[in-house]
């Protein structure tokens, strides 16, 4: 059993830059390839950024590429999203998922991923 608590989150003006961490509990995070998504109001959710257990391979949704980084210490069991040049549009619930298959964590929706955090809200104003 793996939990995940997001924290991070809050109010930023346009072109701004916030940076979300998600705590892990357990032994063997770093066995575990790691995910952000995000769901907007009225919206679904959608992918936004993954890393591997190892941290060797990122993957971006195109909307935040070169925008947002994906890191991760696994000696302090926690990955973390670095945002920068905020837009309203980026403005949403960012949850993080855990999974022990890459795969999983890169999907459009998150389908099959074994564990999900409870959120954290960013609101953009412009």
């Known amino acids: 059993q793996v939990q995940l608590v997001e924290s991070g989150g809050g109010l930023v003006q346009a072109g701004g830059s916030l940076r979300l961490s998600c705590a892990a509990s357990g032994r063997t995070f770093g066995s575990y390839a790691m995910g952000w998504f995000r769901q907007a109001p009225g919206k679904e959710r959608e992918f936004v950024a993954a890393i591997s257990g190892s941290g060797s391979i990122t993957y971006y949704a195109d909307s935040v590429k070169g925008r947002f980084t994906t890191s991760r210490d696994n000696a302090k069991n926690t990955v973390y999203l670095q945002m920068n040049s905020l837009k309203p549009e980026d403005t949403a619930v960012y949850y993080c998922?855990?999974?022990?298959?890459?795969?999983?964590?890169?999907?459009?929706?998150?389908?099959?991923?074994?564990?999900w955090g409870k959120g954290t809200l960013v609101t953009v104003s412009s």
């Open positions: 998922a855990a999974s022990p298959n890459f795969r999983t964590v890169i999907t459009t929706r998150g389908s099959g991923v074994d564990y």
